[in-house]
């Protein structure tokens, strides 16, 4: 006879084994991909692989690593970085704790964007969401590429279902995987335009580039874009729905023709030749329900990502604007720039310069190319190292005339950058282990000191660093200024019209604010004209009652 432990442990075991057909755990996920997939996924989050290795072997080594890139990527994360993710969350952090990392992190896994198993399972349905943070015309040259008729008129919701429909189809013809997706899904992109949704999105383009390491980033960051666009879409939504839950039939009723109107054009709804004011209220309530959940279609409609939602066009308005915002922002930087500066911005990405331009002429051409990425280290590289990185650079990859720059007790920050690029131009001409040392250090120290820079600058190095930009200081300005405005010269000089932490996410913030209030002045004065109604209807009955009285 079976004792009752026994039965629990084989009961236990069952279970066990049936969780393990059926939950959607990240083992499930990377188990059917193709070894190209899992070698793809690897070279993506720079995790070197043995090759040739067997499956078994990739499997191991992406399992060791998915954690801390799928379910938990802020595990590498600053403090910095934690903070404004909190912030963003509307989170407050407390002022101690800013430089407290494990708290920080703590804090930031309780109000992650989406729960582990979301997480693990995201990749197996990746054309759900990955097409979601992509541009209008992006969609549309997708579908053209693959054959897909899209029907007039060409609204987003349509490109995108269509697009959706036809992903693992163009994928199998064009003889490629679809899970993990390859180079394919991009054929259409130019390499500036890669750059330029990593610049939307607020993420850094790799440092030096090519297109497989610019598709790369854009593969590997897609989730995390989509994860932030919806939050924020999300938030947007739950506060224009906030605003519409007080607009009662009392207040519509209370509107005048032009308000209701007015109300319709700023809400996009369309509004036939001839409508009358009925009509006109009528509109305005079933919009209403709408975006309250008060219609037999509303589950569908607030699923971000669905063909119809509301929000994913909300979020691509919002990123027309932010990247507008972002495009205005690096003009007024550059339209500061000196000569020299202009011309080693357009050196730095392999951009010719006609002989004897003129300053117009030079900042045009930057302009044209804000979202081309710069071609490789180059001597422009040196100009925002620290003193200290300066030295050990020569001291490491530097010839005896380098080395001897570099131990000189009052050599200045300028003399070390002079020794340093002429180091590097040796070494870039005599190529082999001489340049492969050169840039090896470049990027270990470019890595490690990308949120530190300047940090470690004299007041007197900062202000000519400046100057290099033809940025003037103004008078009496506080060191942490001078930095704070080095840090954004020299964003955008090394990666063009670059958007500075989450510029889509602050415009759709402000597009959601502007939607309350619009509303909320509206309710007012609707409330406004409702009370006088009333008061007015209440003083009539009185007089009427009054008049009554006396005749009785």
Same mark, same amino acid.
């Given at each position: 006879m079976w004792r009752l432990r026994d039965i629990l442990v084989v009961g236990l075991a069952v279970s066990g084994a049936a969780a393990s057909n059926w939950f959607p755990g990240h083992k499930t996920v990377y188990n059917k991909w193709h070894e190209t997939e899992l070698e793809r996924w690897l070279s993506d989050q720079n995790i070197p692989y043995p090759t040739p290795a067997d499956r078994k072997d990739l499997e191991d080594l992406v399992s060791k690593h998915w954690?801390?890139?799928?379910?938990?990527?802020?595990?590498?994360?600053?403090?910095?970085?934690?903070?404004?993710?909190?912030?963003?969350?509307?989170?407050?952090?407390?002022?101690?704790?800013?430089?407290?990392?494990?708290?920080?992190?703590?804090?930031?896994?309780?109000?992650?964007?989406?729960?582990?198993?979301?997480?693990?399972?995201?990749?197996?349905?990746?054309?759900?969401?990955?097409?979601?943070?992509?541009?209008?015309?992006?969609?549309?040259?997708?579908?053209?590429?693959?054959?897909?008729?899209?029907?007039?008129?060409?609204?987003?919701?349509?490109?995108l279902q269509k697009a959706r429909e036809a992903y693992q189809t163009a994928a199998e013809k064009?003889?490629?995987?679809?899970?993990?997706?390859?180079?394919?899904?991009?054929?259409?992109?130019?390499?500036?335009?890669?750059?330029?949704?990593?610049?939307?999105?607020?993420?850094?383009?790799?440092?030096?580039?090519?297109?497989?390491?610019?598709?790369?980033?854009?593969?590997?960051?897609?989730?995390?874009?989509?994860?932030?666009?919806?939050?924020?879409?999300?938030?947007?939504?739950?506060?224009?729905?906030?605003?519409?839950?007080?607009?009662?039939?009392?207040?519509?009723?209370?509107?005048?023709?032009?308000?209701?109107?007015?109300?319709?054009?700023?809400? &996009?709804? !369309? %509004? =036939?030749?001839?409508? /009358?004011?009925? #009509? *006109? $209220?009528?509109?305005? +309530? @079933?919009?209403?329900?709408?975006?309250?959940?008060?219609?037999?279609?509303?589950?569908?409609?607030?699923?971000?990502?669905?063909?119809?939602?509301?929000a994913a066009n909300q979020y691509a308005k919002a990123t027309d604007s932010a990247s507008l915002a972002a495009q205005d922002a690096f003009d007024q930087a550059i339209n500061k720039w000196s000569d020299s500066r202009l011309k080693a911005y357009l050196d730095a990405? &392999?951009? !010719? %310069? =006609?002989?004897?331009? /003129?300053?117009? #002429? *030079? $900042?045009?051409?930057? +302009? @044209?190319?804000?979202?081309?990425?710069?071609?490789?280290?180059?001597?422009?590289?040196?100009?925002?190292?620290?003193?200290?990185?300066?030295?050990?650079?020569?001291?490491?990859?530097?010839?005896?005339?380098?080395?001897a720059a570099a131990k000189k007790k009052d050599a200045t920050r300028e003399e070390l950058v002079t020794a340093a690029q002429s180091a590097y131009s040796s070494a870039s001409s005599a190529g082999g282990s001489q340049y492969a040392s050169a840039t090896s250090y470049l990027a270990s120290v470019t890595a490690a000191a990308k949120h530190n820079a300047f940090d470690t600058w004299s007041e007197s190095e900062l202000k000519a660093y400046l100057d290099s930009y033809g940025v003037p200081v103004p008078q009496n300005s506080k060191i942490d200024e001078l930095r704070?405005?080095?840090?954004?010269?020299?964003?955008?000089?090394?990666?063009?019209?670059?958007?500075?932490?989450?510029?889509?996410?602050?415009?759709?913030?402000?597009?959601?604010?502007?939607?309350?209030?619009?509303?909320?002045?509206?309710?007012?004065?609707?409330s406004e004209v409702a009370r006088k109604e009333a008061a007015e209807a209440s003083a009539e009955a009185k007089k009427q009652s009054e008049k009554l009285r006396n005749e009785l």
């Open positions: 954690n801390n890139y799928v379910v938990e990527p802020y595990n590498s994360w600053d403090t910095q970085q934690l903070s404004a993710y909190l912030q963003s969350k509307g989170n407050d952090v407390v002022k101690g704790a800013q430089k407290n990392k494990d708290s920080l992190l703590s804090q930031v896994k309780a109000n992650w964007y989406e729960t582990e198993d979301a997480a693990n399972s995201a990749w197996a349905n990746a054309r759900d969401w990955i097409l979601d943070t992509w541009t209008d015309s992006h969609l549309k040259a997708f579908c053209d590429k693959h054959g897909i008729p899209v029907p007039q008129p060409r609204t987003r919701d349509t490109l064009a003889g490629e995987t679809a899970a993990y997706p390859g180079d394919w899904l991009y054929s259409t992109w130019s390499e500036s335009d890669l750059k330029e949704w990593l610049d939307t999105h607020g993420f850094p383009a790799p440092q030096p580039t090519t297109r497989d390491k610019l598709i790369a980033s854009v593969r590997r960051n897609s989730r995390l874009a989509y994860l932030k666009a919806k939050s924020e879409s999300d938030t947007a939504a739950e506060k224009i729905q906030a605003a519409y839950a007080y607009l009662t039939d009392t207040i519509i009723d209370a509107w005048s023709e032009s308000q209701l109107k007015e109300f319709c054009d700023k809400n &996009g709804i !369309p %509004v =036939p030749q001839g409508t /009358k004011v009925n #009509e *006109l $209220r009528a509109l305005v +309530r @079933k919009h209403r329900a709408e975006l309250l959940g008060d219609t037999v279609g509303a589950t569908a409609k607030s699923a971000f990502g669905a063909a119809t939602s509301n990405r &392999g951009v !010719p %310069v =006609p002989h004897a331009s /003129k300053t117009d #002429e *030079l $900042r045009a051409l930057v +302009r @044209k190319h804000a979202h081309k990425a710069s071609s490789g280290w180059q001597a422009w590289t040196f100009d925002d190292f620290s003193y200290d990185n300066l030295k050990n650079y020569l001291l490491e990859n530097g010839n005896a005339a380098a080395k704070a405005e080095a840090r954004k010269q020299s964003t955008y000089f090394r990666y063009g019209s670059s958007s500075p932490g989450g510029t889509v996410l602050a415009k759709l913030g402000e597009t959601a604010r502007e939607g309350w209030r619009w509303v909320a002045e509206q309710l007012h004065l609707g």
